[in-house]
């Protein structure tokens, strides 16, 4: 009831962003199975123009990752680039690599404008293997 409750506190705007932050969040838990990574990268890069703040979008994924199961870093990453690019803000979406103690492990987090948006606290060890960068139109 609290999580309800909190949702109906909300501006009709960021209602509207965590809703669309959770459907973006399923959306790609789900394409992640299904499509080539390849059609995914290009999805969640493709430019818009919007008014959302990078913070309030941070914000709004960040809250629907810890309430949907098995949003993992990747799902989290690949949604919050995707919403920061509709919303006009560029990013990069990094991938690293850790050794542990039952093999490797792998992490993804957000950058944008220098700062570490998700996935901060569990980067530090991780070897970078790559970084996909979404950049808005120039109109």
């Known amino acids: 009831m609290k999580a309800g409750s909190s949702f109906l506190a909300l ?12 459907a973006t969040l399923a959306f ?3 394409a992640l199975g299904i499509v080539p990574l390849r059609w995914l990268r290009a999805w969640a890069t493709r430019p818009g123009s919007g008014a959302q703040s990078v913070g309030r979008i941070t914000w709004a994924v960040s809250a629907c990752t810890r309430r949907l199961p098995g949003s993992t870093c990747l799902v989290s990453a690949f949604a919050l680039q995707r919403i920061l690019s509709r919303e006009g803000h560029a990013s990069e979406l990094h991938i690293g690599v850790a050794r542990r ?8 987090w957000v950058v944008c404008q220098g700062e570490t948006l998700i996935g901060e606290t569990e980067m530090g060890d991780y070897a970078h293997l790559v970084a996909w960068r979404a950049v808005p139109d120039d109109d």
């Open 11 to 22: 501006s009709n705007s960021d209602r509207l962003l965590v809703l669309r932050a959770l």
């Open 28 to 30: 790609v838990r789900l």
């Open 101 to 108: 103690q039952a093999g490797l492990a792998a992490h993804a």
